[in-house]
């Protein structure tokens, strides 16, 4: 689906018009794949738009530079700052929010040290990443022939641009093979997360998601489903999952900032019951929680205006 426009992005310290919002074709990133960015969205509320754990997801990107040993020259503050007027000048009641720090123009060269870090936060709307109804339709998914990043190649715990030329990888085979989404299994053949997307699958009546030694990013989704199954009475547990856990699950599930939460209905052509009811129950409160409905996790949401 094409971007849809919005007013201004901020790019730099200064909200600028969408078209003028532009970078060097030599610009460092762009060749190297060295940049770090978030995922976030802002929902409608009864107050008005809200965007869904801004402060943890400002933080993550902070996080990810770290790792990479690049330092945003914007603290978390004024960039959650920022992120609510770009929120606000789109005039939009919801929408996505795409924050990247990246080496800009000047230097070239596998040398980042003499590099300018740039910062830029764009909005615009977009529906869930794997359908608006993959919650109760469900998605097909297949096991990728491509591995995920091992922690000593490609750090995983750091959302990071170049990183994502693996989960395009196997995004791009499972829907040349009729699939909706894909799974990458770790260097050791244990389940690490799908191309964008945190994993959930409940054995036994035991929810259970991979952890961050199997490549498996810390998701910020994954957090708040963890926090709304446990409110909700269920068994979460964070451990190791195997291809053939997946097969005879009793429900699978996966969310992301994107993809929200959507069930999955079949693993390399196993079915999965679809929907189960806990993915239903947690998908429900989720989307009330995201939208300033369910007060105990009022805190998660920041008031864009």
């Not at 990458?184 to 799908?194: H, Y």
């Not at 959930?200 to 926090?227: C, E, H, K, Y």
């Not at 599930?253 to 052509?269: M, P, R």
């Amino acid at each position: 689906m094409p971007i849809q426009t919005t007013p201004k992005i901020w790019m730099n310290g200064e909200l600028v018009a969408w078209a003028d919002a532009q970078i060097h074709v030599l610009t460092h990133t762009l060749h190297y794949g060295t940049g770090v960015f978030e995922g976030i969205r802002a929902y409608e509320t009864a107050d008005g738009p809200a965007v869904f754990r801004l402060t943890e997801h400002i933080q993550r990107l902070h996080n990810s530079a770290k790792i990479v040993g690049m330092e945003i020259p914007y603290s978390v503050e004024e960039l959650v700052a920022a992120t609510k007027a770009t929120v606000a000048s789109t005039g939009l009641p919801s929408c996505y929010i795409r924050p990247i720090a990246y080496y800009g123009y000047g230097e070239m060269g596998l040398n980042t040290l003499p590099c300018s870090v740039d910062v830029a936060i764009a909005c615009w709307p977009w529906g869930a990443y794997l359908g608006d109804d993959a919650v109760n339709k469900g998605v097909r998914m297949k096991i990728s022939s491509w591995t995920r990043h091992d922690h000593n190649t490609m750090p995983p715990a750091s959302k990071t641009t170049g990183n994502y030329v693996n989960s395009s990888l196997a995004k791009v085979e499972a829907l040349k093979a009729g699939y909706d989404e894909a799974i990458m299994l770790a260097p050791n053949g244990l389940v690490a997360e799908c191309t964008g997307e945190n994993l959930f699958a409940v054995r036994n009546g035991i929810i259970l998601t991979p952890p961050t030694s199997a490549g498996a990013l810390a998701g910020i989704t994954q957090d708040t489903v963890t926090a709304i199954a446990s409110d909700l009475g269920f068994d979460v547990r964070v451990d190791n999952l195997a291809r053939s856990d997946l097969y005879i699950a009793e429900e699978i599930f996966v969310c992301g900032t994107a993809a929200e939460v959507s069930s999955v209905n079949s693993v390399d052509e196993r079915k999965v019951p679809c929907p189960g009811p806990k993915t239903k129950a947690i998908a429900d409160v989720y989307a009330r929680t995201v939208r300033g409905q369910e007060a105990k996790y009022a805190h998660w949401c920041e008031l864009a205006v």
